[in-house]
């Protein structure tokens, strides 16, 4: 499998394969939107910044990162965790459920606080 990218990024891509196909258990499964029109909250810069951390988490959970709030607690509902955001603010919610709505600014930190209740 190549995707012409780093090498970092094709064993992830072949993480989530493996998962999807149910032949491979545990850890994070990562849900996130391609970029669209609709976009409100900077997926792939969230994720550049936290996908190594994620990935290195042992526990079996689905975290969602997803553009805009159309997307967000609707299509990722059943995802453990998940962030998603539209005009400078940003959506933490659980299982569908919105929990807060905070600044760009507060969100990260908002997030790994939530993550570390699970």
Partial sequence: MSL???SEAELYTGR??????GLRRG???LVSCPRCGRAGFDVHGFLAKNQDRLMRL???I??????CVVNGPGEARNADIGIT???GRVI???RGEILKTLDEAEAEEAFWEELEKL
Wanted: proline content about 0%.
């Fill in 92 to 94: 933490l919610f659980k």
């Fill in 62 to 67: 689905t975290v969602a990162v997803m553009g």
């Fill in 16 to 21: 989530e394969i493996l998962s999807v196909l």
């Fill in 58 to 60: 042992s526990r079996d």
């Fill in 4 to 6: 012409s990218d780093s």
């Fill in 27 to 29: 850890g994070v499964r």
């Fill in 85 to 87: 955001g539209a005009g």
